[in-house]
């Protein structure tokens, strides 16, 4: 359990505030993930009585090479009526201190204390009388479905934007690299390896290029970090739980691309797929994570469906918003209901407007 936290402004204004959360030291040194959250100037809808607001909390992990900066998605859990928080993992983004190495770890359970951590300082180190909502992006993903499955009875629901649950070789590449790979990080665990990563995504989401979102190319590189032999065999072994199946407690919501474009050169269809994953395996592989999983595919939606353009970006939002009322409807985690509370007003609009988490 976190001390006291200290927020303070966030890099990206408008509402957002920051927290750093201590996590010890190791052989690089001080070791920190920072906890953000979005609390503007209330509507005057967050007073009406019994508002969802004080039941339902949202907590966002990015993937590999990334850091929180989408502040489209906090504003619309705000609209939703939920509490929004993301976490920038240890050595990544705001948490990234000099001399460490980017993203590194050599176990996903590592994350552990980083998710504890940021709980604690929701309010959520125990049993909590409000929901709980963990939404991840591609690594973010895989690492919150691994907790989730090690920690049952903790969330309300999980969903994941395009989570990596699978390797690009498909199981069967998987199975031949991880022995190679796991003994190359025995004798050299952080030996770079060969850069894949050609920009491409990048250059489908970066205003500076052909995309429309501004963000530190510093805390997110054109072409991604370093990857190591100990991390990737962290990865991997993550890949072969899912693919053995795991028995996620709570409803599954994995929102993913129509289409993915691997290719070695640049094309303009790379403006509307994924170009990281092979979606159709994720797909699968979403299967495997609990008894209640819905998947949904959107036409023209990038790997991070929420910084896709439109009318993807709606349509990912929209399926959130009525999945939710669904999937929530049934918690055995949701606060009893108190007097005045409003039903809900029917479907969010893809922009956040109206509705709540009812």
């Given at each position: 359990?976190?001390g006291?936290?200290?927020?303070r402004?966030?890099?990206?204004?408008?509402?957002?505030?920051?927290?750093?959360?201590?996590?010890?030291?190791?052989?690089?040194?001080?070791?920190?993930?920072t906890?953000?959250?979005?609390?503007?100037?209330?509507?005057?809808?967050?007073?009406?009585?019994?508002?969802?607001?004080?039941?339902?909390?949202?907590?966002?992990?990015?993937?590999?090479?990334?850091?929180?900066?989408?502040?489209?998605?906090?504003?619309?859990?705000?609209?939703?009526?939920?509490?929004?928080?993301?976490?920038?993992?240890?050595?990544?983004?705001?948490?990234?201190?000099?001399?460490?190495?980017p993203?590194?770890?050599?176990?996903?359970n590592?994350?552990d204390?980083?998710?504890e951590?940021?709980?604690?300082?929701?309010?959520?180190?125990?049993?909590?009388?409000?929901?709980?909502?963990?939404?991840?992006?591609?690594?973010?993903?895989?690492?919150?479905?691994?907790?989730?499955?090690?920690?049952?009875?903790?969330?309300?629901?999980?969903i994941?934007?395009?989570?990596?649950?699978?390797?690009?070789?498909?199981?069967?590449?998987r199975?031949?690299?991880?022995?190679?790979?796991?003994?190359?990080?025995?004798?050299?665990?952080?030996?770079?390896?060969?850069?894949?990563?050609?920009?491409?995504?990048?250059?489908?989401?970066?205003?500076?290029?052909?995309?429309?979102?501004?963000y530190?190319?510093?805390?997110?590189?054109?072409?991604g970090?370093?990857?190591?032999?100990?991390?990737?065999?962290?990865?991997?072994?993550?890949?072969?739980?899912?693919?053995?199946?795991?028995?996620?407690?709570?409803?599954?919501?994995?929102?993913?691309?129509?289409?993915?474009?691997?290719?070695?050169?640049?094309?303009?269809?790379?403006?509307?797929s994924?170009?990281?994953?092979?979606?159709q395996?994720?797909?699968?592989?979403?299967?495997?994570?609990?008894?209640?999983?819905?998947?949904?595919?959107?036409?023209?939606?990038?790997?991070?469906?929420?910084?896709?353009?439109?009318?993807?970006?709606?349509?990912?939002?929209?399926?959130?918003?009525?999945?939710?009322?669904?999937?929530?409807?049934?918690?055995?985690?949701?606060?009893?209901?108190?007097?005045?509370?409003?039903?809900?007003?029917?479907?969010?609009?893809?922009?956040?407007r109206?509705?709540?988490?009812?």
């Open positions: 359990m976190v006291p936290v200290e927020w402004p966030d890099v990206l204004g408008g509402g957002f505030q920051q927290a750093t959360l201590p996590l010890g030291h190791d052989a690089e040194g001080e070791v920190v993930a906890l953000v959250r979005y609390e503007p100037w209330p509507h005057l809808a967050d007073l009406r009585p019994g508002r969802p607001a004080e039941e339902t909390d949202v907590l966002y992990v990015h993937g590999w090479s990334d850091y929180f900066f989408q502040t489209g998605l906090a504003r619309f859990w705000h609209e939703q009526g939920a509490r929004f928080f993301a976490l920038d993992l240890r050595k990544y983004g705001r948490s990234l201190r000099p001399g460490q190495t993203g590194f770890v050599d176990s996903l590592t994350y204390d980083d998710i951590a940021a709980l604690s300082a929701m309010g959520h180190a125990e049993r909590s009388h409000r929901r709980l909502i963990l939404l991840g992006h591609s690594t973010g993903g895989l690492t919150l479905s691994l907790w989730a499955d090690r920690h049952p009875g903790r969330a309300s629901a999980l994941l934007n395009s989570p990596w649950l699978e390797f690009q070789a498909h199981s069967a590449g199975a031949m690299l991880a022995p190679l790979v796991d003994l190359q990080s025995r004798i050299e665990p952080k030996a770079a390896m060969p850069n894949v990563d050609l920009g491409f995504y990048t250059r489908s989401v970066s205003r500076t290029l052909d995309g429309e979102w501004d530190d190319l510093a805390w997110r590189p054109v072409r970090f370093t990857v190591y032999p100990a991390w990737l065999t962290a990865v991997l072994a993550g890949h072969t739980r899912v693919a053995a199946g795991l028995a996620i407690d709570v409803p599954v919501l994995t929102l993913l691309s129509a289409r993915s474009t691997l290719l070695p050169y640049w094309t303009p269809d790379m403006l509307g994924d170009v990281v994953l092979l979606v395996d994720i797909a699968v592989r979403s299967l495997r994570l609990a008894p209640t999983v819905t998947v949904a595919r959107i036409d023209g939606a990038l790997h991070d469906v929420f910084l896709s353009r439109e009318p993807a970006r709606s349509a990912a939002y929209g399926q959130v918003a009525r999945w939710l009322r669904g999937a929530l409807s049934g918690s055995s985690r949701t606060a009893p209901p108190r007097p005045g509370r409003r039903p809900s007003r029917g479907p969010l609009s893809p922009e956040g109206p509705g709540s988490l009812s």
